[in-house]
């Protein structure tokens, strides 16, 4: 059987997307998925993203990991809401569902802004940080990022007891200025560093823009620039927290499944 099949990336975050809206795909065979981000074997890809319909919503985007795992992904989220209006689901806003509930997207100036989940607060973890923005992320503020071991020590928090048995994503963070911070990210699911992850520079955005007493944080990442807005209340919880960047399609095609 051929599987028709379309590759999306934001910011070097690499997804096949599917449009699934007959519903045909098996998602329990994750042994395909598996398969089809294999970047020797495969397609190739940080994850892949099912687009079906819903009765409430413009879509629900179902999303996995490389290894087959689900979470929720910011940045497959920005895809998806690229690849709907590619596909005339939507226009210039839509209403999705995802993993971790609603969410709304609005598509401008050739970027895609994505309302993530609210977030109940950050865990302080001695000098470090826990938030969970749809997946969990711990955050660690290092100096020069650019030759910081990021798989080593990604892969030493990620299978921390204290994390066991979901295990965590791990961000790496530098300030570039007082309204700007570069972010590096090991990914759980990947089990290696992506170029960028949406949940995570989101994450790391909170901690940061918290710290610096503001709520616009540019992030810079190895794949690409994004940027995200948030409001915090009185108990330190955030609301109205906007994920923006690029979402774009690189190729599509069919591969024998
Ligand atoms: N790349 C994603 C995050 C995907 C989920 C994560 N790997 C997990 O399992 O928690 C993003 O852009 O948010």
Redesign the pocket.
């Known amino acids: 059987m051929e599987l028709s099949f379309y590759k999306y990336q934001g910011t070097g ?1 690499d997804f096949v997307m599917i449009d699934d809206r007959d519903s045909n795909f098996d998602e329990k065979n994750l042994d395909l998925v598996r398969s089809l981000c294999d970047r020797k074997f495969g397609i190739g890809a ?2 892949l993203i099912l687009i079906r319909n819903h009765p409430d919503f413009d879509f629900e985007m179902i999303y996995f ?1 490389a290894d087959g ?1 689900q ?6 989220a920005r895809c998806a809401v690229a690849f709907s209006a590619f596909l005339g689901i939507i226009q210039i806003k839509t209403s999705f569902l995802a993993i971790d509930g609603p969410h709304e997207a609005i598509l401008k100036d050739g970027l895609v802004e994505l309302l993530m989940g609210n977030v109940s607060g950050i865990t302080e973890k001695g000098d470090e940080y826990f938030v969970n923005t749809g ?2 992320h711990h955050i660690r503020f290092v100096d020069q990022i650019k030759n910081y071991p990021v798989f080593e020590e990604g892969k030493s928090v990620r299978y921390d007891q204290g994390y066991s048995p979901a295990g965590t ?1 791990v961000n790496f963070l530098e300030e570039n200025s007082p309204n700007e911070v570069f972010v590096r990210t090991y ?4 089990e290696n560093e ?1 170029l960028s ?4 520079v989101t994450a790391a955005a909170l901690v940061f823009g918290t710290q610096k007493n503001i709520n616009h944080v540019k992030i810079k990442t190895l794949g690409g620039n994004l940027s995200v807005k948030f409001k915090q209340n009185d108990q330190g919880q955030f609301q109205d927290i906007w994920l923006i960047g690029p979402a774009e399609q690189v190729f599509s095609g069919k591969i024998s499944v």
Do not use: F, L
């Open positions: 975050n940080d994850g990991n795992s979470s929720m992904c910011g940045n497959g997946s969990p994503n990914e759980r699911g990947v992506t992850c949406g949940t995570g």
